[in-house]
Each structure stands twice: as C-alpha cells, then as structure tokens.
Nanobody, 112 residues
C-alpha cells in the first residue's frame, strides 16, 4: 500500500504561481507512474499531469506550457509547478499513484 500526502495549495491571484508537493511512502517500489488530477465543483475529476519513473511526462492540453510536473526519486516526492494560473484552474488537486492510490487533496483557488 502507498500513502500520498499533498501540500502547497492555497489562494493565488490570476497570473500567479503555486507549487504542489506530494510525498509518497509505503510500498513505493511498486510505483511506476505518479501524477496529479483535479476536480472542480460540479465537474468530473480530470488528469492534469503524470510522470513515469523514467520521467516521461504527459499533460492535459489546458495546462500544457503553464504547469510542470517533476519527480525527486531520492525523496519519493512529486511536484507540480503551476504558473500563469487562471480562475478556471480552481479545483481540489489530488496526487495519485494509479490506479488505487490517492492523496486527500489540496485546494487551489485562483481569484482576485
């Protein structure tokens, strides 16, 4: 079993930046892919970015060029650097080591 703990959410103005962190513990040797999903009120959960153990990345079209996912193997931590944030990025962001492992979520609110 894998435990995932997110941090770094908060309130930011449009155009601002935030960095989310996700620390993994437990059966981490079983993890090949980690990533971030988000869920806005009234909407389905959607993929934001994922990264493999070999650091191959995939991004949703809506965040490409603005968000960067990275992985620190030594600390078993995945980061999501979010730049040029927009109000439509407002959501609860979840860290995942799919298919069964999810963090508790961290709120990101982009508002003036």
């Amino acid at each position: 079993q894998v435990q995932l703990v997110e941090s770094g959410g908060g309130l930011v103005q449009p155009g601002g930046s935030l960095r989310l962190s996700c620390a993994a513990s437990g059966s981490i040797d079983s993890i090949y892919v980690m990533g971030w999903y988000r869920q806005a009120p009234g909407k389905q959960r959607e993929m934001v970015a994922i990264i493999t153990r070999d650091s191959v990345t995939t991004y949703a079209g809506s965040v490409k060029g603005r968000f960067t996912i990275s992985r620190d193997g030594a600390s078993n931590t995945v980061y999501l650097q979010m730049n040029s944030l927009k109000p439509e990025d407002t959501a609860v962001y979840y860290c995942t080591a799919p298919p069964l492992n999810w963090g508790q979520g961290t709120q990101v609110t982009v508002s003036s």
